[in-house]
């Protein structure tokens, strides 16, 4: 009868039927499960919260207690203690969906942007064809990007990665003139980091300065003689001039 009043939504009434069952000796971890849903439902994340345990005591290899309790930890913003919940849900469920979703999500609460990837990677490979996977993986993939950015820009803030990066992005911008500025400056913090005198290279050639671009891909096989690409652009640049 509360499993049914539960699913016809008629929440007050699905809760004293399982109190009732509580009453009568029915202290089975599905009864408590049902009762943490209920109060999850309706917005009582501390009962809710209680129900799940109690149910993980009885039970503790219920899988979808522990990933209900992971959502109502969030909601009450113990994210560590979340963390901790889901992480065992997917010991016990790893082809569970849900699991990897709600560990995502507090993940991204925490700042984990490693974990947050990882996790999206997996729903990605359960289900290659699910479009929501593939977008959030990719913004996944966004964040882990900026918080790369930040985490250089602190702990190298003069550093030839820094400035790499800034080159690139006001690349992106259609800042060029800019953008070669701070290759530059990446250059000139590190003469032997790869791949800089290549980008300069590159913007040389589309500005048609072919003495410049030539000068910058000599540079960088000097670094990497190994090269392909530096090879492929030293072709072109021969090429055209």
């Given at each position: 009868?509360?499993?049914?009043?539960?699913?016809?939504?008629?929440?007050?009434?699905?809760?004293k039927?399982?109190?009732?069952?509580?009453?009568?000796?029915?202290?089975?971890?599905?009864?408590?499960?049902?009762?943490?849903?209920?109060?999850?439902?309706?917005?009582?994340?501390?009962?809710?919260?209680?129900?799940?345990?109690?149910?993980?005591?009885?039970?503790?290899?219920?899988?979808?207690?522990?990933?209900?309790?992971?959502?109502?930890?969030?909601?009450?913003?113990?994210?560590?203690?979340?963390?901790?919940?889901?992480?065992r849900?997917?010991?016990?469920?790893?082809?569970?969906?849900?699991?990897?979703?709600?560990?995502?999500?507090?993940?991204?609460?925490?700042?984990?942007?490693?974990?947050?990837?990882?996790?999206?990677?997996?729903?990605?490979?359960?289900?290659?064809?699910?479009?929501?996977?593939?977008?959030?993986?990719?913004r996944?993939?966004?964040?882990?990007?900026?918080w790369?950015?930040?985490?250089?820009?602190?702990?190298?803030?003069?550093?030839?990665?820094?400035?790499?990066?800034?080159?690139?992005?006001?690349?992106?911008?259609?800042?060029?003139?800019?953008?070669?500025?701070?290759?530059?400056?990446?250059?000139?913090?590190d003469?032997?980091?790869?791949?800089?005198?290549?980008?300069?290279?590159?913007?040389?050639?589309?500005?048609?300065?072919?003495?410049?671009?030539?000068?910058?891909?000599?540079?960088?096989?000097?670094?990497?003689?190994?090269?392909?690409?530096?090879?492929?652009?030293?072709?072109?640049?021969?090429?055209?001039?």
């Amino acid at each position: 009868a509360g499993v049914a009043a539960e699913k016809s939504g008629h929440l007050e009434e699905a809760e004293k039927d399982f109190l009732d069952v509580l009453q009568q000796g029915g202290n089975i971890a599905f009864v408590h499960h049902n009762l943490g849903t209920i109060y999850q439902q309706q917005g009582d994340h501390v009962r809710a919260i209680a129900e799940f345990r109690e149910a993980i005591h009885l039970q503790p290899q219920l899988a979808p207690a522990h990933i209900l309790l992971g959502a109502s930890l969030m909601a009450t913003h113990k994210i560590p203690d979340a963390i901790r919940e889901l992480q065992r849900a997917v010991e016990l469920a790893p082809r569970e969906p849900s699991v990897h979703m709600e560990l995502a999500k507090a993940y991204e609460l925490s700042g984990a942007a490693f974990g947050v990837v990882k996790e999206y990677q997996i729903l990605t490979a359960l289900d290659p064809a699910n479009p929501e996977y593939t977008y959030q993986l990719g913004r996944a993939y966004m964040n882990l990007s900026k918080w790369c950015i930040m985490e250089i820009r602190q702990r190298g803030p003069d550093s030839s990665r820094r400035y790499e990066t800034l080159a690139e992005a006001l690349m992106g911008q259609g800042q060029t003139e800019r953008a070669i500025h701070f290759f530059q400056r990446a250059g000139h913090a590190d003469p032997k980091l790869p791949g800089i005198h290549l980008a300069l290279a590159q913007i040389y050639l589309q500005q048609n300065r072919p003495e410049d671009a030539r000068r910058e891909i000599e540079q960088e096989l000097t670094l990497v003689p190994e090269s392909v690409a530096a090879k492929a652009l030293q072709q072109q640049i021969a090429a055209k001039h």
